[in-house]
T-cell receptor, first 109, second 113 residues
Framework: GQQVMQIPQYQHVQEGEDFTTYCNSS?????IQWYKQRPGGHPVFLIQLVKSGEVKKQKRLTFQFGEAKKNSSLHITATQTTDVGTYFCADLNDYKLSFGAGTTVTVRA | DGGITQSPKYLFRKEGQNVTLSCEQN?????MYWYRQDPGQGLRLIYYSQIVNDFQKGDIAEGYSVSREKKESFPLTVTSAQKNPTAFYLC????????????FGEGSRLTVL
């Protein structure tokens, strides 16, 4: 099936700094969902992007869908210790979600 | 409270034994899914079901079996044919025609000794 590639695999961030994680595909994505999984927990839905060029914000999190619908990004500003976890993007296609490998975020206080 | 219940949370089994993981949802969702998660990897789809008495193979179905006799239940059997069964297994559900968010259970961690 179609694969989505996430970079970086690991992100070590100083508390208060910003960072961005990227989700890329070689083919056009139908829509993108983002999930967060805390250590020891299960994935929790964050957002869904459907339209080309779409930008959505949730407090310190900004999600973007590329104009060509081949990539997406998640930008977190002023990182906090509560942002620790693994962030997954997933492509929804034919009622199935295909997940990227995730970006695991650690925060230095 | 509506949600997805997976059991057991932790399971230890000897090599060569079949194991069945339970997944029950009271969200009235049509679609249910089983994913496998290995350290440092994303979620890989094992099986999914869009409706009762019907299910389809995902990307890594070999060595697994499922049934969907009731809307609320989607048990997964890890058979002895699965070569590397130790993993974290996640069950999820969503509405069939509303292609929105997946709701996940808390997962079952299987260790084969």
């Amino acid at each position: 099936g179609q694969q989505v590639m996430q970079i970086p695999q690991y992100q070590h961030v100083q508390e208060g700094e910003d960072f961005t994680t990227y989700c890329n595909s070689s083919t056009t994505l139908s829509n993108i969902q983002w999930y967060k999984q805390r250590p020891g927990g299960h994935p929790v839905f964050l957002i869904q992007l459907v339209k080309s060029g779409e930008v959505k914000k949730q407090k310190r999190l900004t999600f973007q869908f590329g104009e060509a619908k081949k990539n997406s990004s998640l930008h977190i500003t002023a990182t906090q210790t509560t942002d620790v976890g693994t962030y997954f993007c997933a492509d929804l296609n034919d009622y199935k979600l295909s997940f990227g490998a995730g970006t695991t975020v650690t925060v230095r206080a | 409270d509506g949600g997805i219940t997976q059991s057991p949370k932790y399971l230890f089994r000897k090599e060569g034994q079949n194991v069945t993981l339970s997944c029950e949802q009271n969200l009235n969702h049509d679609a249910m899914y089983w994913y496998r998660q290995d350290p440092g990897q994303g979620l890989r789809l094992i099986y999914y079901s869009q409706i009762v008495n019907d299910f389809q193979k995902g990307d890594i179905a070999e060595g697994y079996s499922v049934s969907r006799e009731k809307k609320e239940s989607f048990p997964l059997t890890v058979t002895s044919a699965q070569k590397n069964p130790t993993a974290f297994y996640l069950c999820a559900s969503n509405q069939r025609r509303y292609t929105g968010e997946l709701f996940f259970g808390e997962g079952s961690r299987l260790t084969v000794l």
